[in-house]
């Protein structure tokens, strides 16, 4: 194009020289004034036609060439713009099914198409209508074994006619699909169809997988959702299973030991000894009592946003004091009520904070808890104190079949959110459980 400029300066420069100098020289005698001057102003102003034509249209092919780009451009911003829409809708939406609705009824907005289909593969490796848009009909809802999906421009997988057994043929006549995908695994397509005749553009291809990848983003997402809700009912459920074996089982069976015991002997007439094994059988059916008050207790005190985990830690300890005559305190610093734990180590670490108290109430013949959360350095250390006979000495003379309770469950919680535990006597004497649970890269303290 530099060049070009040039030769529209130069050209004409060159040829009014040349014919000066011929008019000054041959043409002068033989075309005097003014047969010379009108010669030299039609040449110039024939080569100032030409090459302002040829510039002209150059400048005017340039400008349509910007001009389709602008207008790509902008249609590429007006597709942007809409598919962002669609992901802050979407992400605002917790229903699976309103998500995919969402995604077909944009999908057919955006690429002005008549109908659009979403299809997942069962469990049964048949596709299954999942969402639609448009006068779908009664078309089926089922499609013989796939396993495949559709890829973007149908040239994998089951045809891209397949589709029209979702759609009705004479909404389908041009049709696109894009696949949804988990890692490399195919799991549904995303479809639209049009009744005109028409051919879809790379835009409208890139459009209909980015809206695909919307879809199989919010579908794993419910797939992990769902999955996370079962691990949590199972993990209950094993907790409340350990604590059964460990509380209830182990106590009825040490109940069931001593009523044989104390039947043989009101049976051989020693009704003094009979009436001890009946004194430890009520000791052991009142404990016993007191353990299902607990566990009713830490099923009901969920970590809600409102109070927190030491909210939630306050009000268990004011509600098991009630139950077991023990005087706790509970004291938090501002930073340690700011800090907010993941959902998994809040639990972990109120978990903790039950058995530790149950423990206490059990084996620490004490009659006061002082409970103390606060940040040190990049931690947040938790802290039990209690003025009982501490873990040095030895409970008294417990009978040797009364269940064990060890503090395995809570190392085992404070391994699983990478936190550590310890226990002891302190110098006055009186148990203490300290445990620090480091915050770096786990939480977001508010100052």
Do not use: C
């Amino acid at each position: 194009m530099s060049r070009d400029r040039w030769l529209i300066v130069a050209v004409p420069a060159l040829v009014v020289g040349t014919i000066e100098a011929l008019s000054e020289t041959v043409l002068d005698p033989v075309l005097p004034f003014p047969g010379d001057a009108i010669i030299v102003t039609v040449v110039v102003l024939i080569l100032s036609i030409s090459l302002s034509g040829a510039a002209y249209r150059r400048i005017d092919s340039l400008g349509a060439v910007l001009a389709a780009r602008n207008r790509d451009l902008e249609a590429r911003a007006v597709s942007a713009a809409a598919l962002h829409r669609v992901s802050v809708a979407i992400t605002a939406l917790a229903d699976l099914r309103l998500i995919l609705d969402t995604v077909v009824d944009n999908a057919r907005t955006l690429l002005a198409a008549d109908v659009a289909v979403i299809l997942l593969v069962g469990a049964d490796g048949r596709l299954k209508r999942a969402a639609r848009s448009g006068p779908i009909g009664d078309t089926p809802a089922g499609l013989g074994a796939a396993g495949q999906g559709l890829d973007s421009r149908g040239s994998d997988g089951p045809a891209l006619d397949d589709v029209l057994l979702f759609l009705p043929p004479d909404l389908a006549r041009s049709r696109l699909a894009s696949a949804l995908s988990r890692g490399s695994e195919t799991i549904g397509t995303l479809a639209v169809g049009s009744a005109a005749a028409r051919s879809f553009d790379s835009e409208a291809v890139e459009t209909l997988a980015s809206l695909a990848n919307q879809a199989s983003i919010a579908i794993e997402n419910a797939r992990l959702q769902a999955r996370l809700r079962e691990l949590a009912v199972e993990t209950e459920r094993e907790r409340i299973a350990r604590e059964m074996h460990d509380g209830l089982a182990q106590v009825l069976g040490y109940v069931s030991t001593k009523s044989q015991a104390a039947d043989e002997l009101l049976a051989t007439g020693r009704v003094a000894d009979a009436r001890g094994q009946l004194g430890e059988l009520t000791a052991a059916a009142r404990s016993i009592y007191v353990d299902v008050r607990e566990a009713i207790l830490g099923l009901r005190s969920p970590i809600t946003p409102e109070l927190g985990l030491v909210g939630a830690i306050e009000d268990y300890a004011r509600r098991f004091a009630e139950a077991s005559k023990l005087a706790i305190s509970v004291d938090a610093s501002a930073e340690a009520r700011a800090t907010t734990l993941g959902p998994e180590a809040e639990a972990q670490v109120f978990r903790i904070v039950q058995e530790s108290l149950t423990n206490v109430r059990k084996h620490a013949a004490a009659g006061r808890v002082d409970v103390g959360l606060a940040l040190l350095d990049d931690d947040l250390v938790l802290e039990l104190v209690d003025d009982g006979r501490g873990f040095a000495e030895q409970s008294p003379a417990p009978p040797a079949d009364w269940p064990h309770y060890g503090q395995a469950a809570m190392q085992e919680r404070a391994a699983g959110i990478g936190a550590r535990i310890a226990w002891g006597t302190g110098p006055q004497g009186g148990g203490f459980i300290r445990l620090v649970v480091p915050l770096a890269g786990r939480v977001e303290v508010a100052r």
